[in-house]
């Protein structure tokens, strides 16, 4: 399964990166002005579901532009067959496919592929996180002041849902830096291997974070809400760290939620 996982993202991954500069059409989300979806998203999911329904034709699927595909099983497989779409949009090369499968509601596996780096980070439950078939670790930082993390925003950032900008300053205060690279999944890859030492977001989807937080996980991170309690892929906020800062972020993160713009 984790086999056909890896080949699916690698081929709808390297099908984005031929099409980067190619969108004939770009739509709104729900209404959202900064919510955008693309004919590419569409094709991208699709090539990956009927890929994996070859194999498995009984699966679920939960895919971000399809939303669910019920049937009667135990498996369920989470896509986002673009992560990074406003990016993949203005031709930034940071965007990714991500797939995960989940089995009875626990996560078992997932792989992430950016082809633009052509960098594959994968996970199975209790085997390790690997990144191009090398095995990866968390890093060993335990001060939030010599951190480098990162962060997204959500598409109703007007509305400042979550106090999410009180949460960007108040980390910004208290870290060495904080980025924004506007894909959640990459952000999760990049803590499991060490570039970042933690990740949050206010809102997320379960297709955002499936594969990333079993890859966290797996290569020895932590994951949690924001008060710090065990999680689920199925609540929106969303923190991952190397385990050693967790405990700094969400103090900070718990002055955030007392906060009112």
């Known amino acids: 399964m984790l ?39 569409k094709k991208a999911e699709q090539l990956i579901i009927d890929k994996i329904k ?9 895919g971000e532009e399809s939303g669910s595909h019920k049937a009667v099983s135990d498996y ?14 203005h031709g930034l090369r ?3 496919t991500s ?25 199975e439950k209790n085997k390790g996180a690997y990144l ?19 962060t997204g925003f959500p598409y109703d950032i007007s509305v400042n849902p979550y106090n999410a900008v009180q949460h960007f300053s108040n980390v910004l205060m208290e870290c060495q830096a904080v980025r924004r690279l506007g894909s959640a999944a ?8 060490g570039r970042f030492d933690g990740f949050w977001e206010v809102t997320l989807n379960a297709w955002d974070m499936a594969a990333g937080v079993l890859i966290v996980q797996e290569a020895g991170g932590k994951f949690t809400n924001f ?15 190397n385990g050693l800062i967790h405990n700094q972020i969400v103090e900070v993160l718990k002055k955030g939620m007392k906060e009112k713009m």
């Open 3 to 41: 086999q056909l996982a890896v080949d699916t993202a690698l081929e709808a991954g390297r099908f984005l990166k031929m099409n980067i500069g190619k969108i004939k059409q770009i739509e709104h989300k729900h209404g959202e002005e900064r919510n955008l979806v693309t004919e590419i998203d």
């Open 54 to 62: 070859k194999r498995y034709p009984h699966h679920d699927f939960l």
């Open 76 to 89: 369920k497989w989470i896509i986002d067959p673009l992560d990074g779409t406003t990016n993949f949009t």
């Open 94 to 96: 940071i965007f990714c």
């Open 99 to 123: 797939i995960a499968l989940e089995y009875k509601g626990d996560v078992i596996l997932g792989a992430i592929y950016d082809p633009s780096s052509d960098e594959l980070f994968t996970a």
């Open 132 to 150: 191009n078939n090398r095995k990866i670790q968390v890093s060993q930082t335990n001060r939030l002041m010599e951190s480098l993390v990162v």
């Open 186 to 193: 990459l952000d999760l890859s990049y803590v499991a291997c």
């Open 227 to 241: 008060k710090g309690f065990p999680s689920d892929i199925y609540t929106p906020n969303v923190l991952a760290t």
